[in-house]
């Protein structure tokens, strides 16, 4: 009897292990509560807020009064977006021939520009486009993919009411205050790209490498104290990127086809040197090859350096700029700033490779900047002259007068650029430093 009673309180194995199979579901369902509880708030903590327009109304109707008070110029040039937009003070110097309108609002979202389309765009029927938008939408957790999505409703909207309008897209810039969100950047910029590369008429302007150091990090001196804004060296880099990349892209294109053939020479800089069509055939004892760009200045040499000559690896740059510079507002002491900069790139990068400058040449089209002209090459044929990796070739001289004055016969009916007469005084002074 003992054993029998004992049997009717000991539970089986089976009802033991059922037991125990309902304790662990019911501990399982507490620790899916449990968890259920902290992801649920945090789902909705990533999720990005949803930006309200109503912000910019002030700002919106202060362009719209200034609108109706200021006649707006036709095929204008609209730079659009966000703050590093608003804050460009320098923008109406920089591109004073494109007629730009400015009609940026510091904090703006892709959302934002295409709420206010209408109003701050649309009306203005520009020939072209810069919109510098949508750093702020990642700031603000948007993902790279809402970002493109955001640009491609905005691209919609002005094609819908303006189709020969040119649109290009301001790369998201990185910055010292938002290097935690470079990856995200780098991700929205590459959408964007392959989505304007993909359309064919949406222009992609790529200052991003531009903006970084050697050891990858964000270049300090292109910002200001809140290491977010652009300063005007920050603005410098930008204004040749949108001026020059398609050419400089095109030269790239020259080097993939023809690959770039070493230890020759590189004639490169401004207008007098895209224009001298007779280079090759003037030197014919020289490999020499031309990279000139009509109405660069001497950063532009030093910003795309590294595309435009660094490929080459040549003996000897002959550089012709600085010119444009005066002519743009800069001073002497600025062309001379820029100068040293791009002999510190070649002696970075191209060490065993000469440098000689054609001093900047008087013409009647701007015989008025004479003074500023031979300030600018005095301080260069100085630097020159204590350097022997450098040159100074004096064109300036041979291109007067016996009056003083430059030779009127040696000039196209602009006054500003050579004709066949102006290259072959050029042909002759020069022929001496190509050795």
């Known amino acids: 009897m003992t054993i029998f009673a004992l049997s009717l309180v000991r539970p089986s194995r089976k009802s033991r292990s059922m037991k125990l ?22 789902a909705f903590a990533a999720a990005p ?44 110097q920089r591109f004073a021939k494109e007629k730009p309108i400015n009609r940026g609002f510091g904090g703006a979202q892709l959302s934002d520009c295409i709420h206010f389309a209408d109003r701050v765009v649309i009306p203005y029927a520009p020939k072209t486009i810069y919109l510098n938008a949508g750093g702020n939408d990642l700031h603000a957790g948007k993902t790279p993919a809402q970002v493109l999505a955001d640009f491609q409703t905005l691209v919609a909207k002005i094609r819908a009411a303006l189709p020969q309008t040119q649109i290009s897209y301001l790369c998201i810039p990185t910055s010292p205050a938002r290097w935690n969100e470079v990856e995200q950047v780098k991700q929205a910029n590459q959408l964007i790209a392959d989505y304007a590369k993909a359309d064919g008429k949406l222009g992609f302007i790529n200052y991003f490498p531009h903006l970084l150091g050697e050891d990858g990090q964000p270049r300090t001196e292109l910002f200001v104290a809140d290491k977010l804004h652009f300063s005007e060296a920050g603005y410098d880099i930008v204004t040749s990127c949108i001026k020059w990349q398609k050419d400089i892209e095109a030269f790239s294109k020259q080097d993939a086809t023809n690959a770039p053939v070493k230890g020759g020479i590189v004639f490169t800089g401004s207008s007098s040197i895209r224009r001298w069509e007779t280079l090759a055939a003037d030197f014919p004892q020289h490999r020499v090859l031309n990279r000139g760009f009509g109405g660069s200045e001497l950063f532009d040499a030093v910003n795309h350096f590294d595309r435009l000559l660094l490929p080459h690896q040549p003996r000897l740059i002959v550089l012709y700029a600085g010119s444009n510079d005066l002519n743009a507002g800069k001073t002497p002491e600025r062309v ?8 510190a790139l070649v002696k970075q990068k191209l060490p065993g490779t000469r440098v000689a400058y054609i001093a900047n040449a008087g013409n009647p089209s701007r015989w008025k900047q004479v003074e500023q002209v031979r300030d600018a090459n005095r301080r260069i044929e100085a630097i020159t002259k204590a350097d022997p990796q450098l040159a100074f070739i004096n064109v300036f001289d041979a291109m007067l007068g016996p009056d003083g004055l430059p030779k009127p016969d040696i000039f196209l009916e602009d006054r500003l650029h050579m004709n066949a007469k102006g290259y072959a005084i050029w042909q002759e002074v020069l022929g001496p430093y190509l050795r």
């Open 49 to 92: 807020k949803v930006a309200d327009p109503a912000r910019f109304e002030k700002v919106i109707a202060a362009y719209e009064a200034e609108d109706k008070t200021n006649a707006l110029p036709k095929d204008a040039t609209l730079f659009y977006g966000a703050s590093n937009i608003r804050l460009w003070k320098s923008l109406p």
């Open 21 to 42: 199979l309902v304790e662990l579901i019911q501990s399982l369902r507490g620790l899916v509560l449990l968890a259920a509880l902290f992801v649920v708030p945090l």
């Open 336 to 343: 001379e700033t820029d100068f040293r900069k791009f002999v």
